[in-house]
């Protein structure tokens, strides 16, 4: 991507709101990671595609390796609550012209692949609690 398509595409982020352009950059590094892991290292300009199921559970991966216990909390940060989320940044980016889709793709391919408070834990932190002592 060039600079100006970079311009671009934030701008157009910002006008849609609904998450933030951090948000796009970790979708850009699940879908590296979904297709690395489909396609391995192969060489070559051909189309590596990878399905919604494959992007959601690398962007589990990558979420559960960079924020551990708190990748939930970052999510939801980010106003990503469940794997449709992802799909609809996924199309936001299809919309703008910035990533392809095949005939048989659908945003529905993003609908409840996992249940996030399953995929990422159910951790809360407890500020201000002690344990008690005897």
């Excluded at 991507?1 to 910002?14: G, H, S």
């Excluded at 980010?78 to 992802?86: E, K, V």
Aim: include cysteine.
């Amino acid at each position: 991507m060039d600079l100006e398509q970079i311009d671009k595409l934030e701008r157009e982020i910002r006008r849609d709101g609904r998450y933030p352009p951090e948000a796009f950059e970790f979708l850009h590094h699940g879908l590296e990671l979904a297709t690395k892991r489909r396609h391995g290292d192969e060489p070559g300009p051909r189309q590596r595609h990878v399905t919604g199921q494959e992007l959601c559970e690398a962007l589990r991966v990558l979420a559960i390796e960079r924020w551990g216990p708190l990748a939930l909390e970052v999510l939801r940060r980010w106003n990503i609550r469940t794997t449709r989320d992802f799909g609809e940044m996924v199309y936001l980016m299809i919309r703008l012209r910035m990533m392809g889709k095949q005939e048989s793709d659908d945003i529905s391919d993003f609908d409840n692949v996992y249940d996030f408070r399953q995929a990422f834990g159910a951790y809360q932190p407890s500020l201000g609690q002690h344990a008690e002592r005897d």
